[in-house]
């Protein structure tokens, strides 16, 4: 989807560097809460509603590829080769999804997925994110500095001996024994392989009931070949994201070289001659990143009415503090940084918002109700499941509980970890500090955040400034402007003036004077920027250690539940995602919406009637190159088509195959439709992938930019 997902990863640590979860219930002492509640839910219920064995989803592993069931919908012979073949021309960036598209080291992803890299080899004088770039020859192709490409090479079933150590082992120690387990089979496969650009990763699938060891080919030699203008990647702006009919250009095309030459790949996928039809058989192949399908219902409802509710609410303070920073002088290069964050923030928060609707609504949840209850219906079967698993199932739901009676000041320090973008970075160091002076701090963890408080960079003075704002506009927000300690932080000042009295008055506003304090032993606990925490005194102290061990439990138990389902499924059903490389089957198909039909593909007519319709819009402008294109452009070509594919952030620049494993579009976004719900269920009704049609870019590339280099290299990859 849109949202890259490194910066889901972000927001993830963001949110749980802190164990921070819930909205605006009165907080109940940690050591007040029992095991068996007696107080009333505070969580939604939701009636039944018939559910489908794909509510899982359709993420498919290639250790547990669906040959049977690709053969039986799509009536053809996927064998082994054709799934060998689909995942080595498959790739996976820094957050993103890419592949190969000809032998010559071509790879193709998003637009979204390469801004920064786009903006990085800009030469002085240059404006390559807004105007684009394209090598007119091999030469000048742009080397991407601290820049990787992954491919996936080979996988091993690493469950037995995972399983094994951990079922040795009481419970409560299996979370720590599991970690060991993990890193000592990762080192041993490295061990055993001796080759620095080989890099493993073991992966949990089923939620702990398998695991396999992911062996990637690491490729750190990347060049930029061709990107478009951002107005062309980012075509219809915050209006259209997460929307279709789409008109975007969604695309990027690097190089992999190998000792200073193009690297010779021997799998990869060629542009299809003609293109995806309605009804088509598609396959996305990519590295979805985070899927939450077979949560509890109890879990998921608390996703839905506290958890969600506080994601938004945090970042759309962000966004606010980081667009007074901008406009305040677009004109700097950070401030051309912080534009790229703040597009990225503002998906974040449209898909937050629309999660939280999804995770509310009745037939939704309804689904899954009857999912949940399916299973325990088939654990009851058994009575060795049975005794195993529901108990699990209960224990979950009472966290949920828990957890929801420590809200909201579990989650008063979100955002603030070190070095995160939506911090400031003097607020993330009286963090650090603050939780350095709690009692009963080990020395070894104290250790720990004193390094961490020594490795926080400095941000811009004004930036700062806008993020301590916005870090309290955002508390004000949660905890409302009654609260006792808003009062006490805010005083008779705005948020503003707070602001600026903090960075006047903090020792902890520069990584210089930090530095100098805890080389001389001079660290001082009533800084103004540790005081901004423990005006909260034990509220926030207990319930972030409440929170921590709450989480913990669950995530154990998690791992257990995972054997559950897969003892019940087996494979029939993929396990959830967690960005490894994955195949999505699906069809080209329209739907209906709004008292309409969107088709299956757009077309560059489509484009230019929305910036004709929305001429005082900047996110409908076109650029020069576009406003008069050539005789020869052909505005009937396809540019955007959507399809039943199952995706979620990380699946972006994922490439969108027909059954011969050729390229018939670029997936780079999910419709509203699908936006908030695909986290925990797949949605048919109306829930859409957008790709952009390798038609479109073809045409766009030829006749438009002048490619002709790249089109030839693309057409002859095709096996003729």
């Known amino acids: 989807m849109k949202l890259n997902y490194s910066l889901i990863l972000t927001f993830v640590w963001i949110l749980f560097f802190t164990y921070s979860c819930s909205t605006g219930q009165q907080l109940i002492e940690p050591e007040s809460v029992p095991h068996e509640l007696a107080q009333p839910s505070l969580l939604p219920e939701f009636e039944a509603v018939e559910s489908s064995i794909f509510d899982n989803g359709r993420m498919w592993t290639f250790e547990y590829a669906p040959v049977d069931y690709f053969a039986e919908t799509y009536n053809f012979d996927p064998d082994d080769t054709w799934f060998e073949r689909a995942r080595l021309a498959a790739l996976r960036l820094p957050g993103c999804s890419a592949s190969f598209v000809s032998g010559n080291g071509l790879v193709m992803t998003n ?85 620095k650009e080989l890099i493993v990763q073991v992966r949990s699938l089923f939620n702990g009931g398998r695991y396999s060891a992911y062996i990637f080919r ?35 095309f690097f190089r992999i070289y190998v000792d200073d030459e193009p690297y ?34 109890a ?78 219906k088939a654990l009851k079967k058994d009575e060795q499941l049975k005794s195993t698993y529901l108990p699990v199932i209960e224990r979950i739901s009472e966290i949920q509980e828990e957890k929801a009676r420590l809200a909201p000041y579990s989650y008063i320090s979100s955002g603030i970890s070190p070095n995160s973008g939506s911090s400031a970075s003097v607020l993330q160091r009286g963090y650090v500090a603050y939780l350095m002076n709690q009692e009963g701090i080990s020395e070894e963890r104290k250790e720990e955040l004193l390094e961490a408080l020594g490795n926080i960079r400095d941000k811009d003075p004004i930036l700062d400034r806008e993020l301590i704002q916005a870090h309290l506009e955002y508390l004000t927000e949660i905890l409302g402007e009654d609260n006792i300690y808003i009062k006490q932080l805010l005083g008779d000042k705005n948020p503003a003036k707070v602001s ?46 409440a929170y921590r061990n709450l989480g913990s439990e669950e995530r154990n138990l998690q791992n257990v539940l995972g054997r559950g389902w897969f003892a019940v499924y087996d494979t029939s059903i993929p396990p959830d995602a967690t960005f490894s490389l994955r195949i999505a089957d699906g069809v080209a198909a329209g739907y209906v919406y709004n008292g309409t039909r969107a088709p299956a593909y757009t077309t560059f007519y489509g484009m230019y009637d929305r910036h004709y319709s929305h001429k005082d819009l ?65 949605d048919e009704r109306s829930a859409r992938a957008v790709s952009v049609d390798s038609r479109g870019m073809l045409e766009a590339l030829r006749n438009v930019y002048g490619a002709e280099r790249l089109v030839r290299e693309l057409e002859n990859a095709r096996a003729d």
């Open 500 to 545: 600026k009295n903090l960075l006047e008055k903090s020792a902890f506003t520069s990584a210089e004077s930090t530095t100098d304090l805890i080389e001389n032993d001079k660290l001082d606990f009533s800084d103004p920027a540790v005081e901004f925490f423990q005006t909260f005194g034990n509220k926030l102290a207990d319930a972030n250690s």
């Open 618 to 682: 900047p996110e409908f402008d076109l650029p020069k190159l576009w406003k008069n294109p050539p005789e020869a452009f052909d505005l009937s070509s396809p540019v955007n088509f959507v399809s039943t594919n199952d995706i979620i952030g990380g699946n972006s620049g994922s490439p969108t195959v027909n059954i011969n494993l050729e390229v018939v579009g670029l997936a780079f976004d999910g419709n509203v439709e699908s936006m908030g719900s695909s986290t925990f269920i797949l």
């Open 299 to 376: 879990q998921l409802s608390y996703t839905g009415e506290f958890n969600l509710e506080f994601r938004t609410s945090s970042i759309s303070s962000t966004i606010r503090g980081l667009e007074r920073f901008y406009e305040n002088d677009p004109t700097t290069e950070e401030a051309q940084r912080v534009r790229n964050m703040i597009f990225g923030w503002k998906n974040g928060e449209k898909l937050f918002n629309g999660q939280k609707l999804a995770h509310r609504d009745p037939y939704l949840m309804g689904r899954k109700v009857d999912n949940e209850n399916n299973f325990i």
């Open 111 to 195: 637009h979204h997925c390469a801004r920064n890299q786009i903006t990085q080899i800009g030469l002085e004088g240059e404006r390559t994110l807004d105007d684009g770039f394209y090598a007119e020859t091999l030469e000048d192709e742009r080397k991407i500095e601290d820049y990787y490409i992954d491919q996936l090479i080979e996988i091993r079933d690493v469950s037995d001996l995972i399983l094994a150590e951990v079922d040795a082992v009481p419970m409560e120690e299996q979370a720590e024994i599991r970690r060991e387990v993990i890193r000592r089979v990762q080192s041993k496969i490295t061990e055993e392989l001796d080759n």
């Open 218 to 252: 690491r490729f750190t030699d990347i060049r930029m070949v061709m990107a478009p203008e951002l107005q062309l990647g980012y075509f219809g702006g915050d209006t259209d994201n997460f929307s279709y009919p789409r008109y975007a250009l969604d695309m990027t």
């Open 264 to 297: 010779q790949s021997e799998h990869y996928f060629p542009f299809s001659k003609k293109g995806v039809e309605e009804g088509d058989a598609v396959f996305m192949i990519g590295n979805p990143g985070r899927t939450t399908r077979l949560n509890t219902v």
